[in-house]
């Protein structure tokens, strides 16, 4: 069973910049897909960015802004946030899977971290 388990979260304000880790624990493959999304308050769970190791693919709301790095020793995945908006403010969850598709959906991922708490002020 693959475990995965998100660092990083915090407070901030505008214009800052936070970095969110994701390791992952359990049997996984070369192929393993990892991806973040995040909930906001009152929405809905939204995707973010996702990498396979070949093929990285971010969501218009945040492409220029986060960046997404993985470590495939390690089997761990790191979102980098700059530029952060209030509106960026949300629950994070990194999310994992062996999806060949799209990698923006949540029904291609399997395994979900807990969530960190991103709050960004004004």
């Known amino acids: 069973q693959v475990q995965l388990v998100e660092s990083g979260g915090g407070l901030v304000q505008a214009g800052g910049s936070l970095r969110l880790s994701c390791g992952a624990s359990?049997?996984?493959?070369?192929?393993?897909?990892m991806g973040w999304f995040r909930r906001a308050p009152g929405k809905g769970r939204d995707f973010l960015a996702a990498?396979?190791?070949?093929?990285?693919v971010y969501a218009d709301s945040v492409k220029g802004r986060f960046t997404i790095s993985r470590d495939n020793a390690k089997v761990t995945v790191v979102l980098q946030m700059n530029g952060l908006k209030p509106e960026d403010t949300a629950v994070y969850y990194c999310?994992?899977?062996?999806?060949?598709?799209?990698?923006?959906?949540?029904?291609?991922?399997?395994?979900w971290g807990q969530g960190t708490q991103v709050t960004v002020s004004s």
């Open positions: 990498t396979n190791g070949a093929r990285t």
């Open positions: 999310a994992g899977g062996y999806s060949g598709g799209y990698l923006t959906q949540e029904y291609e991922y399997d395994y």
């Open positions: 359990g049997p996984t493959f070369s192929n393993f897909v």
